[in-house]
């Protein structure tokens, strides 16, 4: 498909974007969809969460102007395109609903099924999930030719990568959409096949769960760890410094996906890493995991 075909699907099909889910991902790809000149709803349970999202959205956009990536006037112009709201009814002129949730299924399940009633029968639902199958969540919906998963990776507005992921039975329009939609957010998308983790965690998360067991079994400490795949990998951040930003809850879900669906030990997740999930300490967000945060 040609960059004119992409264009001209965008926008046709792509005007108005719904984000479910107000959170790190949530405003993160809703901040890049205005910064493309979509219309944005960003939709979640309670008004706190909304404004909480739609703050830092504006933040964001700000810093696009500091970084000469928009003109103030274009920032002033995306800031009327951005329709926070609690109300699933109001999603109903959408185009596409982009869904940023919790990962895990019966979540991300139940939001689709919720809105569902709401949303047009075109419209295209997408899943940001990282690891869950996208056949799978499709089933939960009406509509498993129009479910596609658009997984985008943190922070959204400056990674490049979507890994556009089409289910069992997602139609090959959906998928082109899938792909102009990502294009006219200036991601690179790249279809992946619907397997656990997709490419991306499969690689990632057993990588950072080893990092894990090094760590509790004493092979070095956390800073020594992340130190030497920085200096001798050249990774521009180290493993336990990664699983900090992602979320260590994040990074367990994961593996409990890729090990309860692919049933092979080598996904088992460390009991550290459970352990410290348990405890709350899920780094980042919660001020400390790995390493210690302290509160802006």
Not at 5 to 29: D, R
Not at 123 to 151: C, D, M, Q
Request: proline share 6%; glycine share 8%.
């Amino acid at each position: 498909m040609t960059e004119t075909e992409n264009h001209q699907i965008t926008k046709s099909l792509n005007h108005l974007i719904a984000v479910v889910g107000a959170g790190q991902m949530g405003h993160g790809i809703a901040h890049v969809m205005l910064r493309a000149g979509h219309t944005v709803l960003l939709l979640d349970t309670s008004q706190n969460f909304v404004e909480a999202g739609a703050k830092r959205i504006v933040k964001g956009l700000a810093r696009d102007v500091e970084k000469e990536r928009l003109t103030e006037e274009q920032r002033q112009e995306a800031v009327t395109r951005l329709k926070p709201t609690t109300e699933a009814a109001d999603l109903a002129a959408a185009d596409f609903i982009i869904e940023a949730v919790t990962e895990k299924f019966d979540v991300k399940a139940g939001v689709f099924r919720s809105l569902e009633p709401h949303c047009r029968p075109e419209t295209i639902f997408a899943s940001n999930t990282s690891s869950i199958s996208i056949t799978r969540l499709a089933a939960a919906t009406e509509r498993p030719g129009k479910f596609v998963g658009l997984h985008f990776f943190n922070p959204v507005p400056v990674m490049k990568l979507v890994e556009v992921v089409p289910g069992l039975q997602t139609a090959p329009e959906t998928v082109e959409k899938a792909i102009a939609l990502a294009t006219s957010a200036g991601k690179t998308p790249v279809r992946v096949n619907d397997f656990p983790g997709f490419v991306s965690n499969r690689v990632l998360m057993p990588m950072i769960n080893e990092a894990v067991f090094c760590l509790m079994e004493g092979v070095a400490d956390a800073a020594g760890i992340d130190n030497v795949m920085k200096l001798g990998m050249n990774h521009p951040m180290g493993p336990l410094e990664l699983a900090d930003l992602i979320g260590l809850d994040v990074c367990l879900a994961i593996m409990l996906v890729l090990y309860e669906s692919l049933r092979d030990p080598k996904y088992r997740p460390c009991p550290l890493l459970e352990k410290m999930v348990a405890a709350g300490w899920l780094g980042r967000k919660s001020g400390r995991g790995f390493y210690e945060y302290p509160k802006k």
